[in-house]
């Protein structure tokens, strides 16, 4: 098993920043992929970032890239997201999600992971 806590989240002005994170604790000696996902009021959980085991590797959705960037401190156990340039559209609460696999592929659907957080509160509001 691997429990994940998502932090960070919080109320933020049209084209600020904040940055996410996702702590995994217990079965993280395996190799895991994460993800972050979001789901904004009566829409679906969507896709929005994910990064291999390693770091090597990354991949965005359509609506965030160039603005939102992915990382991970395998030290740490931690994976950030880093959002800049937030538009009220990203209003959603947003999950961490992993995976224990060293594939170097990247799993865009929800059902490719196993573990999931309780999710953050990320509201873009003037």
């Known amino acids: 098993q691997v429990q994940l806590v998502e932090s960070g989240g919080g109320l933020v002005q049209p084209g600020g920043s904040l940055r996410l994170s996702c702590a995994a604790s217990?079965?993280?000696?395996?190799?895991?992929?994460v993800g972050w996902f979001r789901q904004a009021p009566g829409k679906e959980r969507a896709f929005v970032a994910a990064?291999?085991?390693?770091?090597?590797?990354?991949g965005y959705a359509d609506s965030v890239k160039g603005r939102f960037t992915i990382s991970r401190d395998n030290a740490k156990n931690t994976v950030y997201l880093q959002m800049n340039s937030l538009k009220p559209e990203d209003t959603a609460i947003y999950y961490c999600?992993?995976?224990?696999?060293?594939?170097?592929?990247?799993?865009?659907?929800?059902?490719?992971?196993?573990?999931w957080g309780q999710g953050t509160q990320v509201t873009v509001s003037s």
């Open positions: 999600a992993a995976v224990n696999s060293d594939a170097v592929r990247i799993r865009e659907r929800a059902d490719e992971y196993d573990y």
């Open positions: 217990g079965r993280t000696f395996k190799p895991y992929g």
């Open positions: 990064i291999i085991w390693s770091g090597s590797r990354t």
